[in-house]
């Protein structure tokens, strides 16, 4: 193939001859067929043929060799084309094969034969043809490639993307900083005047030392008319132990929810690591929706927590990435618009026990304390889960908590029907309180689906109903809690009349009614229902709760539809929300959306209107997409027309740099201004550098090719190496193969990378740093010629003083040049009669060929 490639390159350099001389390309035609015919292999070849002075050249260097060298090797080891792993393997002499060592041959997935598995029981190596039946393998000794090729029967069936704990890395030490960053300003333009300032920190900071990781997770906001503060919400020690599929976690942090209410806690945890699973056992996480009238700031809270914050220009959001930070709970999500309103909507978040394989189990045990926000009550406590696949239509689980003056037990089951997994189960609590000792229980049911006939989604459906005297964990802690709240106020109202037995007419039971309400029957959904064909989707989303100690009962929906006409997508929406007054309102929401094409960049033109409880509220015409050579800046440009003529215009634009994804918004309207700014990032340090990225994660990788700077990981142009050819990847997937690929950019590198292609499989949260070998020479491309003024052989090889290759004549008499420094004198092998090469003494740096003449 080389041959047939330089002859390709010498027909286009000398296309004149070619014509007038066409017995030399059947010669060549000809040649190319034997390169072919003969397995690419070539004992030789015969310059003589070749055009012009190109048969002077010296092209020994292409011919190939097909002898392996003896010895160890390290290799990448295919198995039926899915990388395995580098290994060392042993080139036996002769052709005798290839062997393995005994500890490395059950990393390959394979059913091993009988003689394998009594030569490993041996310590002794096996031969690749010996691992199992009917394997084959086959190495290519130039890309340094071992293929395995075995039948589906010898090769150990597992999910794909799945991957031996044996090949995860748990990385090296290092500090870590993850940062969000809000600024929003409301400032009024008529009246008062009043300027309102907000400001929102999430930082997550972290430290790794060998398989120990500590993690930080702490907000900070600021309100220029309220308080500010500085909330940790959690603070851990964290161990992943691969030989149990389990972590240990150890400080503050929280308790699992598929059984229990989410709280939080201070103590010891020992858990399934569900990420080492394979992807059949991932869990259910909500997707956010909503619509936004102008540049607004949406917070997402999570038992009172606030999990996440960010601007949005004028219209719909979504949301599918969120991470409670409790793992389980209603997530209330609050939209402040440019002029200060608020409105608020719940988005139910539970979860089905998931159902497990036939003799797979998962379980989570933990001791600790409570720690919920706004209590002085923090009991100890002790939790523990068990879920257990009989098989495949059968999941058991069983759960349990007890403290000082609480406990309750758990039983249920998850069926996995053809119409769909069901969950049953019921819990018995018994709780001490003030006011007696309560004893009651809960029932739940709960259905999720796709359902291929009618292309239903139905992600959750659950019902939970609750009898008078049933209390949950939480329950029974906030009842304590009031009990002190309610003696307080006993006390207070005595010290008020002066009278130590001065007594209120508000018992504790009312009392404890007016801090909080107990569910009676609570339901959940989540539906996606896919019409077929061209008639669209409808999504649903909502919860209806009531109370055993209030009348009140609440309902929270989003209804939808969307589809499109061609290129035009259309969707109309209602919903129930809480607005300012925290008075329930249903909105009304339609967009039509329509693709354009804006200097050369895909943009959409799009125009919506709202009402609600149907009174007209707002339209809004907007233009959003992107700009910037490599796309890396977004944009929404808005103008939009509101009931009592408060017209407005607004502007969104984000930048994804390498560094940092920096975003800004900005709101003029007739009696306010409004304007945002953002940033989000993350930091790594490691003992030899200190590396930056734009995106946030949890788990790390530290990619290193020398001085190869300006170079993209795998096509993404906002993750490009610095000037020291280091970039940081905060998105890597742990337990799974993540492969990095570097390619240039149009921007110069000043290193060429050698053997581009790197993997990692990770521990979840491990920093790992992978080093690609870079030629960091100088390229110079200089032109030279004979001493006859006649071109130099094409393809020939040039060599230093030293008689190193360091580069190669092109078309035009063109050296193509690789060194540290510009060499003082080079030579160009020749395959001339007495005549070996010739030298060029006092090489010059120019395209003059004049300047430079080989003799």
């Known amino acids: 193939m080389i041959l047939v490639s330089i002859n390709h390159r010498i027909l286009n350099s000398n296309r004149d001859n070619i014509v007038n001389n066409s017995k030399y390309l059947s010669v060549l035609i000809f040649l190319g067929i034997q390169n072919y015919t003969q397995n690419l292999y070539a004992e030789g070849f015969d310059t003589s043929l070749l055009v012009g002075k190109s048969k002077h050249g010296d092209i020994s260097r292409f011919y190939i060799d097909d002898k392996v060298p003896e010895g160890k090797q390290l290799v990448d080891v295919y ?22 060592e005994s500890d490395d041959v059950n990393k390959l997935g394979l059913n091993l034969s009988l003689s394998a598995k009594q030569k490993i029981a041996q310590q002794k190596t096996i031969l690749s043809n010996e691992l199992a039946t009917g394997v084959a393998s086959t190495l290519d000794i130039n890309r340094l490639r071992l293929d395995i090729t075995a039948p589906q029967i010898s090769v150990k069936q597992s999910e794909v993307g799945y991957v031996d704990p044996s090949y995860w890395e748990q990385g090296i030490s290092a500090l870590i900083l993850s940062y969000n960053l809000n600024y929003y300003n409301y400032k009024e ?25 500590f993690r930080d997770e702490s907000n900070y906001t600021y309100y220029s008319h309220g308080k500010s503060q500085w909330k940790n919400n959690t603070r851990y020690i964290y161990k992943a132990l691969s030989q149990i599929t389990a972590g240990l976690t150890i400080g503050d942090f929280y308790t699992p929810a ?47 927590n606030l999990v996440f914050q960010e601007n949005v220009p004028p219209g719909e959001f979504s949301f599918r990435d969120i991470q409670p930070t409790a ?55 002790a939790q523990g889960e068990f879920h257990y696949g009989v098989n495949n239509l059968v999941t058991l689980y069983a759960g349990g908590i007890a403290s000082e003056d609480y406990y309750s037990a758990l039983i249920g089951s998850g069926w996995n029907f053809k119409f769909g997994a069901i969950s049953a189960d019921i819990t018995h609590a018994s709780a001490d309180l003030q006011t007696g000792k309560k ?32 209390y949950s964990f939480v329950d029974s802690i906030y009842s304590h809690d009031n009990y002190q709240a309610w003696k307080d106020y006993q006390n207070d109202l005595a010290q008020q009349q002066g009278n130590n037995n001065a007594a209120s007419d508000l018992d504790l039971t009312t009392f404890d009614a007016l801090r909080g309400s107990r569910a009676k029957n609570t339901f959940t959904i989540n539906l996606n229902q896919y019409l077929g064909g061209q008639r669209g989707v409808i ?73 609600t409880d149907s009174r007209y509220q707002q339209s809004t015409l907007s233009m959003s997409g992107t700009a910037g050579k490599d796309d890396l800046v977004n944009y929404t440009l808005t103008g939009s027309n509101q009931t009592g003529g408060n017209n407005l215009v607004g502007a969104n634009v984000s930048y994804r740099h390498p560094y940092s994804t920096l975003s800004a918004s900005y709101t003029e309207a007739n009696n306010y201004r409004q304007g945002g700014l953002g940033t989000r990032g993350t930091i790594v340090a490691i003992p030899s550098h200190i590396a930056f990225s734009g995106d946030t994660g949890k788990t790390y990788t530290i990619i290193e090719a020398p001085m190869a700077n300006n170079m993209m990981v795998n096509g993404n142009k906002s993750t490009l190496t610095n000037n020291q050819g280091v970039v940081l990847v905060a998105n890597t997937i742990p337990y799974r193969t993540n492969t990095y690929i570097l390619t240039n950019t149009e921007y110069p590198s000043n290193a060429e990378v050698l053997g581009n292609i790197t993997h990692v499989t990770p521990y979840l949260g491990a920093v ?54 510009l060499p003082s004198s080079v030579s160009i092998k020749l395959n001339e009669a007495g005549k070996t090469e010739c030298v060029i003494n006092h090489l010059v740096n120019t395209m003059d060929k004049n300047s430079n003449i080989c003799r």
Do not use: C
């Open 439 to 470: 004893t009651g229980q809960s029932f739940r049911l709960a259905y999720s689906k796709y359902m291929d006939a009618t292309l239903t989604n139905l992600t959750l459906a659950a019902y939970r109903y609750s009898t008078r005297d049933y």
């Open 258 to 304: 598929a059984l229990f209410t989410s709280i939080s806690f201070r103590g010891a945890s020992l858990a399934t690591e569900m990420g080492m699973l394979p992807n059949s056992s991932q869990g259910f996480a909500p997707i956010i929706r909503g619509v936004a009238q102008t540049n607004a700031l949406v917070s997402v809270y999570q038992n009172e």
């Open 327 to 381: 793992g389980g709970g209603d997530l209330l999500v609050v939209v402040q618009e440019a002029d200060g309103r608020r409105e608020s909507f719940t988005v139910p978040f539970s979860a089905v026990p998931d159902m497990l394989k036939e003799g797979v189990y998962r379980y989570n045990v933990m001791v600790g304390e409570s720690r919920i926000n706004n209590t002085d009550y923090r009991p100890k406590f």
């Open 539 to 611: 999504f649903l989303s909502g919860t209806h709760r009531n109370y055993w100690n209030t009348d009140e009962s609440n309902r929270e929906y989003q209804l939808g539809y969307s589809n499109n006409y061609k290129d035009i997508a259309y969707n109309l929406s209602v919903s129930k929300l809480r607005n300012y007054d925290n008075k329930e309102e249903t909105r009304y929401y339609l967009n039509v959306s329509v693709p354009i094409s804006f200097f050369d960049k895909r943009a959409n033109i799009n125009t919506s209107v709202y009402a």
């Open 79 to 100: 198995v039926n084309q899915v990388w395995k792993g580098q290994f060392e393997v042993n080139v036996l002499g002769n052709n005798a094969g290839i062997s393995f």
């Open 189 to 213: 333009k008529k009246g008062n005047k009043s300027n309102n300032e907000s400001f929102f920190a999430n930082i997550n900071s972290g430290i790794n030392l060998g398989a120990w990781q």
């Open 768 to 821: 790992n740093h992978l080093t690609l070998t870079t030629d960091q020479r100088k390229t110079f491309i200089i032109r030279a010629s004979l001493e006859n003024d006649e071109s130099l052989p094409f393809g020939t090889e040039v060599l230093n003083n030293k008689k190193q290759s360091i580069g190669y004549v092109g078309q035009s008499s063109v050296l193509y040049l690789k060194s540290d420094a």
